[in-house]
């Protein structure tokens, strides 16, 4: 998707258009009052105070009328430049323009733009002339906060985009509805995998049964390929006391992403916003030699972190999620064989899943920030070295970020390209020096001394809750049969002769381990076909006189319209062969 914030060309025409929009407001409702309209990443939008005036689809609709009459009479648009008491008269009657006019420094020179009867406050830049906003979209509305505060009133919010031509308007807004039929929220209603209640608290997703069970599909992936790498599963409780968080320093560093402390009898609580105090707390328990090292310590563990409630997105950003998490105590020496195997790892699980437009990136410390960062030249020129070591060791190309890192190391991070929206971080490896000390982490060598072990943090899936919201999107719902929580639907055609060898049907692929539901409703076949559809189950059987009589099973695949038909037991050798390989 174009994000048209950082678009050279598109950014100045979407920011015209917003003015047109405001214009043709203005023609329309000639009392409305008018906050900011600015370019963001899908386009422009423009708050507005319509008093008691909620817009509605019809509004849309004349609002855009009105836009094309403007953008044909073709007026330029002109900068000048006029004085903050000039702007404080010629706004006067908009007491949102006032406010951000009174938000200036005295001495600024206030830049506005007119085009016809029409003048905003504004810093620009903008195209030429009105007549080039003529390929554009009002897109949605809804409500917004002035100035994002739920204290304040609620303004009326249009969203809108503009392009140089029709065709690259359609091809986005095309793209668009491609957006919607793929965003996890609807997927997750249609396919029941999760819901939200505010009885329950906003951000906390519950997961249905199918939803659970993919859950439970994806840990079970993810903990036994760990477990073939030698990590050992432990849990820990999903919160801890506030000197657990003191000593690693993330009170100091996280706080304001962390729920309020809680007061229980003489003691500090605090809901766990990461795993990895818990685990140095849980290395420390033994006395370990080197001859012990790496341990790798992992858990799909549940966290919680607290997100403004504006940026709660489905299942993808959340108040509460399971990461998959381990880190990996070793010694120097093991940094980079250890590094390697979880870069290996990601990349061995990305095939499977069939992910494949990521990219690697190295985060780095800002030298010049000196509070974000635990200050330690020596161990960070260390740490980073290393990471550049492995990475060009393995041949991977990535770019470096400088000031991304975590505050006690430098990190290895995967971002993926969503289907839906812009890149995100899906996979991370970090490495540590600092926690190992700061908890006073030691090992035996070979020598008999006393040593600091290193740490590497990582997470493959990342959170389970995001990485379901981004698989779902990928597959637009139609995930692959291993993953999907019902693999098989038996539609009898006609209950009273079919469905005791449905039932046969169903028992076997039960003892075979086939997830598998049987639609005997009273309905007609053509409704439970289309209703099977609808929720994308990979097989669909159905069971006539014909199956029946011959001991076979007829099968549709998800969107096809092509009827196969195999003996029973082929059947099942088919399906337990496809997940096997997990077909994508």
């Known amino acids: ?22 214009q043709a407001v203005k023609h329309l409702f000639p009392n409305a009052k008018f906050w900011v309209g600015p370019v963001v990443e899908e386009g422009f939008y423009y708050d507005i105070d319509l008093g008691d005036k909620v817009i509605s689809e019809e509004d849309i609709e004349n609002i855009s009328k009105e836009m094309k009459k403007i953008i044909k009479d073709g007026k330029r648009i002109v900068r000048h430049e006029i004085t903050r008491k000039e702007a404080l008269d010629l706004f006067k009657d908009d007491p949102y323009k006032i406010d951000l006019i009174n938000n200036m420094a005295d001495d600024t020179n206030i830049s506005c733009y007119t085009q016809g009867d029409y003048t905003d406050l504004c810093r620009g830049p903008h195209v030429e002339s009105v007549k080039e906003c003529k390929y554009f979209k009002l897109t949605k509305f809804s409500g917004a906060y002035w100035k994002g505060d739920s204290n304040n009133k609620m303004l009326q919010r249009i969203y809108g985009v503009c392009f140089r031509s029709e065709e690259d308007l359609n091809n986005h807004l095309q793209e668009l509805e491609d957006a919607k039929e793929r965003d996890h929220r609807k997927i997750g209603k249609d396919l029941k995998i999760y819901m939200m209640s505010d009885l329950v608290g906003r951000g906390l997703p519950m997961y249905l049964p199918n939803g659970f069970t993919l859950w439970n599909i994806l840990e079970n992936y993810i903990r036994d390929k760990e477990i073939k790498r030698g990590y050992v599963h432990v849990q820990t409780p999903p919160l801890g006391n506030v000197e657990l968080y003191k000593t690693s320093g993330h009170l100091e560093h996280y706080k304001d992403s962390m729920f309020p402390i809680m007061q229980v009898e003489d003691e500090e609580y605090v809901l766990r916003p990461m795993n990895c105090p818990h685990h140095m707390v849980m290395y420390s328990n033994d006395l370990h030699s080197y001859k012990e090292l790496p341990i790798r310590i992992a858990e799909i563990a549940r966290d919680c972190r607290y997100e403004a409630s504006g940026s709660l997105k489905g299942i993808e950003r959340v108040r509460t999620f399971c990461q998959n998490d381990c880190h990996i105590f070793c010694t120097p020496e093991q940094i980079e064989a250890e590094f390697k195997g979880v870069v290996d790892l990601i990349l061995e699980v990305y095939k499977e899943l069939n992910i494949t437009d990521y990219r690697f990136e190295l985060s780095l410390r800002d030298k010049e920030d000196k509070v974000k960062y635990h200050q330690d030249d020596k161990m960070w020129d260390l740490a980073e070295n290393k990471l550049r070591e492995v990475l060009n060791d393995l041949k991977i190309d990535y770019v470096e970020k ?7 190391g430098p990190k290895l991070d995967v971002q993926i390209k969503p289907a839906v929206g812009n890149e995100v971080t899906l996979s991370t490896c970090q490495l540590d020096f600092c926690l ?30 995001r990485f379901i919201a981004l698989y779902l999107e990928m597959t637009k719902g139609a995930l692959p049969l291993w993953l999907s929580p019902v693999q098989v639907n038996i539609l009898p055609v006609n209950n009273e002769y079919h469905d005791e060898y449905a039932k046969e049907i169903y028992e076997l692929l039960k003892e075979n381990d086939i997830r598998v539901e049987l639609d005997n409703r009273d309905e007609k ?14 097989y669909n059987l159905v069971i006539g006189d014909k199956e029946k009589d011959n001991n076979e099973v007829s099968y549709r695949m998800y969107s096809s319209q092509e009827t196969k038909t195999l003996k029973k037991e082929e059947f099942v050798k088919l399906l337990l062969e496809e997940i096997k390989n997990k077909r994508v």
């Open 525 to 538: 076949l053509g409704y439970r076909l289309r209703e099977s559809q609808i929720r994308k189950i990979p």
């Open 1 to 22: 998707m174009i994000n048209f914030k950082e678009d050279k060309d598109l950014m100045p025409l979407n920011h015209s258009c917003a003015h047109v929009m405001a």
């Open 402 to 408: 400088i000031g991304e890192a975590a505050f006690y």
């Open 436 to 465: 190992p000390a700061k908890f006073d982490l030691k090992y035996i060598d070979s020598d008999g001394s006393k040593k600091t072990p290193v740490v590497i943090h990582r997470a493959i899936l990342g959170t389970l809750d």
